[in-house]
Each structure stands twice: as C-alpha cells, then as structure tokens.
C-alpha cells in the first residue's frame, strides 16, 4: 500500500501505514523503506529521505538497488554530488550490478553541479563494466564535453550514439547547436538542423535561435537572415517565438529594421509590450549604432516611459541628501539610454528648481543585483569611462560621484558641459 503513495498529498498516509506496522509487531524491510523512500521524494522532503535511509540502516536493514537508485535522486536534487558518485563505489562493494538509469542519475547530478570531468568519468565507468548506454546516457555526457568546449568527442559521441541505435532527442540536438552557436560553427549548426528534419523533429525557435546565433557569431549574415525567415514562414515555430524573441534574433541578424517593424506592428495590433519586449527592441535599435536606429531607441524609450512600462523616479535620500535616481536596466544599451536620462533629469531639475537641488553625490541605482552591476559597467566601457570613474561604483549601492557622471556623460553625448558643472558643490 505504500508503494501505491504517489504524491506529497500520500506522504501523511505513508507514515501513519508504517506507524500501523510497528504497532502490530510487523518489521519493516528493504521494500518497505524503498517505498518509504520514493514517496518521500515525490513530496519534496529530502532531508526526511535521508533519515529514513538513515533508520534503515541502523535496523540492520540490507539497501537493494531500488532502494540506492532512489537515494540518488535525494543526492542529485540536494547537489551532492560526491556522495552520488560515492554510491556507486558502495554498489561494487556490496556486489550490485548498477544498471544505465543508475549511472545516469549520477552522471546528471554531476552535470548540475557543474562538475564536468566527474560525469565523463562516470561514463567511462560505466562503460568499463559493460553496462548499454541509453539516450539518456549520451545526452549527459556529449553536455559534459560541449561544456569544456571539446567539440570533437561530443561530435564522436553523437554519431557513436546514432551507430548504437539510439536515435537522438530534441534535448540532444538543442546541445549541440547552443554548443555551434558559442564557438561559431555555423556549418555545423545548418547541418543539424537538416539532420533534425531528417529524423522528422520539430524546429522549435530554440533551435532556430542557435543556428541563427552560430550563423552571426561565424560571420554567415545571409545564412542566418535565411534562416530567420525560415522560422518566421514556418506557421508553428514562428507562432511559438515570441515577439522579444523574434527580435533578438533580428538584432543578432544585423537587421534593426526589421525588429523596429515587429515592434510597430505589436502596437499597431493593439497590443501594450512589456518591459521586456521593449527593452529588446531598444537593445537592437541602439546597439546598431547609427543616428537613425538610437534617435529611434531614444523615442522608443520616452514612449515607454510615459506609458508606465518603464518607472523612472528621482528622490533626495534623507540619511546623506545624496540624489537617488532609480531606472530600469535590461542590458547594456538600457543602461547608456538611462544614464543619459539621468543627466535629462538633473538638467530640467537645475533649469526649474534652482540651485537648491545641488548634492555632492549621485546615487544610480540601476535594477538588481551582480547583473544589474555587469550591465552598468558595460554601458560606461561604451561611453568611454575608464578605470578610475568604474572604481568609483560600489556594488551594494553604486554610488557614482556627480562630477564622473557629469564629465563622462556630457563628453559622450555632447551636451553642454558648462551647463552641469553647478551640480558639483
């Protein structure tokens, strides 16, 4: 009966089961605790698994390979790895034969952990004791090798896969083309989607979303516009992409036209973009670089901004009277956009309050966190500012000295710079 507790709704009904045994005088064993096990992670409570792993053993109780499969599953959702990778030296010392599900669970668990070299060393494991390798098997371990960037045994594997007669998944050939995509392959990337065709797989945007990056990173614009239209033509990937997708694919197409007419389309259809789509358009239109496509991202960017997409907000911070200007980051041409609102703030500021607005310190504080960071460090490598303005940047609250944000954003956007020096006591 506990076996049949298949949810974390049963989890109550298992216990009580075992509590009803006991009082009987009815000695749990080895099934009994594999079930007890298996219900146990099914509810998500795996600190209560490894006790009654724990209990099983200490009533002297003999774990069989059910009982150690499902142990693993507690290791590999607690990322211990060491200790997966430990069961199987326990299922030689105890005579076990591990079976593929067996090493593939450990061969994940290490993958999660990020330890790459221990996965492929748990396959070449299994292949010392002879155990067939499953889909499973070979799509952990080519992950393994894609990862450390060796491309060739990943390739090896694939087609040894195939040779075996385990025909590839979806899963598989998502790795691969992320892996094309990160090195530039873009042959290999068109020959795997051909090959995915072939085996009458479905071409999701994700596929198409590699292939397309393994095109543009390689150098083959054509190729990867070819295949954009490709995915926009066909009605099920295409309806499936949504539209920041569809237009960071443009963008990483050269083609910021196009991802300003998918952006225009979406309000003309009636349709209010999110933030994220809008900053995606944003992020295609100013990282082209040309007058016409940031004038564009700048409208865009006002656009938003007074639709409420985007909340801006400027305060006087009582604890240190620094200046606080809040902005929504989403990359780092946002972050350029925001900076230069920033100075478009303080300038409307100064022209209607008066001097009487003027701090010592500015406080941008730009979204959250070490992403929030990465993308403001980004955008001042892009307006020029060296070393000594980044220094001054503080992680937890980023405060930037007036003065640095003065000179490094006036100089960039040639705005008036005699026109801010007041802003600086």
Avoid at 315 to 332: H, I, K, N, Q, T
Wanted: hydrophobic share 45%.
């Amino acid at each position: 009966m506990i076996a049949q507790c298949t949810n974390h709704m049963h989890l109550p009904t298992a216990l009580e089961l075992v509590q009803e045994m006991r009082q009987r005088n009815v000695a749990p064993n080895t099934h009994t605790y594999s079930s007890m096990l298996n219900v146990c992670v099914k509810a998500g409570e795996l600190d209560l698994a490894l006790d009654v792993f724990e209990q099983m053993l200490q009533e002297g109780l003999q774990p069989n390979l059910v009982t150690y499969n499902t142990l693993l599953e507690v290791y590999a959702k607690r990322g211990m790895w060491g200790k997966a990778v430990g069961v199987l030296d326990t299922l030689e010392q105890q005579r076990l034969v591990p079976e593929p599900r067996t090493f593939n669970i450990v061969m994940n668990a290490c993958n999660a952990a990020g330890q790459l070299s221990s996965c492929i060393a748990v396959h070449g494991r299994m292949a010392s004791h002879k155990v067939p390798p499953t889909v499973g098997t070979y799509n952990a371990v080519i992950l393994a090798h894609c990862k450390l960037e060796q491309l060739s045994e990943a390739q090896q594997l694939f087609n040894e896969m195939q040779q075996q007669g385990c025909q590839p998944t979806h899963t598989t050939f998502i790795t691969l083309l992320q892996s094309a995509e990160a090195n530039g392959q873009a042959a290999v990337a068109v020959s795997l989607l051909e090959q995915m065709q072939a085996l009458s797989l479905r071409l999701t945007p994700q596929c198409y979303a590699a292939a397309i990056g393994a095109c543009a990173s390689g150098g083959q614009l054509a190729t990867a516009r070819k295949l954009l239209s490709n995915m926009l033509a066909s009605s099920k990937a295409g309806m499936a992409a949504p539209a920041h997708i569809i237009m960071q694919l443009q963008d990483k197409c050269c083609d910021w036209q196009g991802a300003y007419r998918t952006y225009q389309k979406l309000l003309a259809s009636g349709v209010r973009p999110d933030s994220q789509t809008t900053a995606t358009a944003i992020e295609a239109l100013w990282g082209a670089g040309n007058v016409s496509s940031c004038l564009l991202a700048l409208q865009v960017f006002e656009g938003a901004c007074k639709q409420g997409v985007f909340r801006l907000s400027v305060s006087v911070r009582p604890a240190d009277a620094a200046v606080e200007f809040s902005l929504p980051v989403a990359g780092a041409c946002m972050a350029c956009i925001g900076l230069w609102r920033l100075l478009a703030e303080l300038r409307g500021r100064v022209q209607r309050d008066g001097p009487k607005i003027l701090r010592n310190s500015v406080v941008v504080q730009l979204g959250d966190g070490q992403a929030a960071v990465a993308n403001l460090a980004t955008a001042m490598a892009q307006v020029g500012w060296g070393a000594e303005a980044l220094a001054r940047v503080v992680v937890a609250k980023m405060h930037v000295l007036a003065a640095t944000v003065m000179r490094a954003c006036c100089c960039s956007h040639k705005l008036d710079a005699q026109h801010f020096c007041c802003c600086v006591e």
